[in-house]
């Protein structure tokens, strides 16, 4: 079994900073992708930032230009740096990895949700 927890989050008034991370830990073999989505009340769960095998990594329009996706690989923890916050930037946080748990079986894992609140 994996386990991913996550720390950062909490109040910010707009125009601030914010740091999350979130540690993978358990039955690892190798990690394709770890990222960030947000979800507000009656809204879908989307998509913030995603780190894939390679480097390669997304972002949601919405913030390009703010938020910094990077992974750690050594210690199979991912971070968000969110800079320029927003009001709209309040949500809850959950981090996502898809793992390789054995040589033949990749799941997909979340984090219990932080929240992230920017006040006007």
């Known amino acids: 079994q994996v386990q991913l927890v996550e720390s950062g989050g909490g109040l910010v008034q707009a125009g601030g900073s914010l740091s999350l991370s979130c540690a993978a830990s358990g039955s690892i073999v190798g990690i394709n992708q770890m990222g960030w989505y947000r979800q507000t009340p009656g809204k879908l769960r989307e998509l913030v930032a995603v780190s894939m095998r390679g480097g390669l990594t997304n972002y949601a329009d919405s913030v390009k230009g703010r938020f910094t996706i990077s992974i750690d690989n050594t210690k199979n923890t991912v971070y968000l740096q969110m800079n320029s916050l927003k009001v709209e930037d309040t949500a809850v946080y959950y981090c996502?990895?898809?793992?390789?748990?054995?040589?033949?079986?990749?799941?997909?894992?979340w984090g219990q949700g932080t929240q992230v609140t920017v006040s006007s």
């Open positions: 996502h990895a898809n793992i390789l748990t054995s040589w033949v079986s990749t799941n997909d894992f």
